[in-house]
């Protein structure tokens, strides 16, 4: 079938990174930013909130081995979607929770994915996800590539990250790679 693309936005792009590419079926996950005006933005345009980009990451993933569907899920249970323009301590619409979708069939699937959450009380608040289509994916700078990996035991990746990642240990142990 080949390799499809999800661009995920959910807080700090170092949080997702450091789960998804943990993740069965994952190829590539490249920490970047999308949805906002300007192009080729920095680190601190996008970090000054007047760029309208969100921290995201692109996922390039193997469809036989784990769903778009799947993917979603998880991105539903590893970050709060239900808290406006912001994720833990970090505070801003670049720190967006959000789907960018890459064609009709991904909208639909988002769309489903937050009712399925939302008739089943997953969270105890409405989730504020966006849903909207991709436009230009601008990579971040190469300090921001494999953070987590990087610096495991820098304080924010102890803090914020470590339990993401405990949380898709315990959750979702099918999906890790072997």
């Known amino acids: ?8 936005a959910g807080g700090c ?28 933005p920095s680190y601190h345009d996008v970090c000054s909130g007047r760029t309208g980009h969100a ?3 692109r996922i390039d993933f193997d469809p036989d081995a784990v769903s778009y569907r799947r993917l979603l899920e998880l991105f539903f249970t590893t970050h709060d979607p239900t808290t406006l323009n912001r994720q833990g301590p970090d505070v801003g619409t670049q720190y967006r929770s959000a789907v960018f979708h890459h064609d009709e069939e991904q909208r639909r699937a988002a769309e489903e994915v937050i009712a399925d959450f939302a008739e089943r009380k997953v969270w105890p608040d409405p989730i504020v996800t966006e849903i909207a289509p991709l436009g230009p994916f601008y ?3 190469d300090y921001h590539q494999q953070y987590y990996r ?3 035991w820098a304080g924010y990746c102890q803090v914020i990250i470590a339990p993401k990642v405990a949380k898709l240990r ?9």
């Open 1 to 8: 079938m080949g390799t499809e693309t999800a661009t995920l």
């Open 13 to 40: 792009f170092w949080c997702l990174e450091a789960v998804y590419e943990q993740v069965r079926g994952v190829e590539k996950v490249v920490s970047g930013y999308t949805g906002g005006t300007a192009e080729n």
């Open 55 to 57: 921290e995201a990451v």
């Open 139 to 141: 990579e971040a700078e």
């Open 150 to 152: 990087s610096n495991p």
């Open 170 to 178: 315990k959750e979702h142990f099918d999906l890790l790679k072997a």
